[in-house]
Every structure is written in structure tokens, then in C-alpha cells.
């Protein structure tokens, strides 16, 4: 439940820029019980951790390590949430989800950094 499907994902070298996307699956952004949302990435043998969030206010949020270089945004008329990242590195290639508040997982869409 209130799961998003995840896009955009993809091979890219160290320096470029990619878009992902995720679409509300069987929910629409303007519930009154929809929160905060948000992108994560996991890379095998770590934990899942928060990349960037927007509350249901629009106030947003970016982990240290993607500040300045990553966007997150929405467009609520297509219930839809978007990130896009700019200046990649090696070091940002893992699995990106997207979240809401009490959603489930989706299956998350790859990203890889060439150096």
C-alpha cells in the first residue's frame, strides 16, 4: 500500500546528470493522509538511507553527501516525485526507492556512476 514505481535509473558517468521518477501506485498526493515522501538508495551490504524528502508543505530535505548536486521536486497533478541529480559520482551508484510516510517499497530503479 501507497507504494510508488520507480524510472529513470540507468548508466551514467562521473560528472553527468539523470532524472529519476516515481508515480503514485493506486494513491494520489492530495490524501489527507499522505505526509512526507521521499528518495533512498541502498548499495548491497549497507543500509537503505535518505537521500532527499519533501513534507507535504514542500519544506525539503538533503543528506549532506547529495546537497547542491541533487533536486528533489513533485508534481502533484500527475502524482508524481522526481529527482534529479547533477554532478554524479562513483560513489552515488546504489538502488534509489522511493517512500511516503507508512508506504511500502517499491522494487527501486538502478543507478551506476562509471569513473
Known amino acids: 500500500q501507497g507504494q510508488f514505481v520507480e524510472s529513470g535509473g540507468g548508466l551514467v558517468q562521473s560528472g553527468g546528470s539523470l532524472r529519476l521518477s516515481c508515480v503514485a501506485s493506486g494513491w494520489t498526493f492530495d490524501e489527507p493522509t499522505v505526509g512526507n515522501m521521499g528518495w533512498y538508495r541502498q548499495v548491497p551490504g549497507k543500509e537503505r538511507e535518505l537521500v532527499s524528502s519533501?513534507?507535504?508543505?514542500?519544506?525539503?530535505y538533503y543528506a549532506e553527501s547529495v546537497q547542491g548536486r541533487f533536486t528533489i521536486s513533485r508534481d502533484k497533478a500527475k502524482n508524481t516525485m522526481y529527482l534529479q541529480m547533477n554532478s554524479l559520482k562513483p560513489e552515488d551508484t546504489a538502488v534509489y526507492y522511493c517512500?511516503?510516510?507508512?508506504?511500502?517499497w517499491g522494487q527501486g530503479t538502478q543507478v551506476i556512476v562509471s569513473s
Open positions: 517512500r511516503r510516510d507508512f508506504g511500502s
Open positions: 519533501l513534507s507535504r508543505g514542500g519544506n525539503e
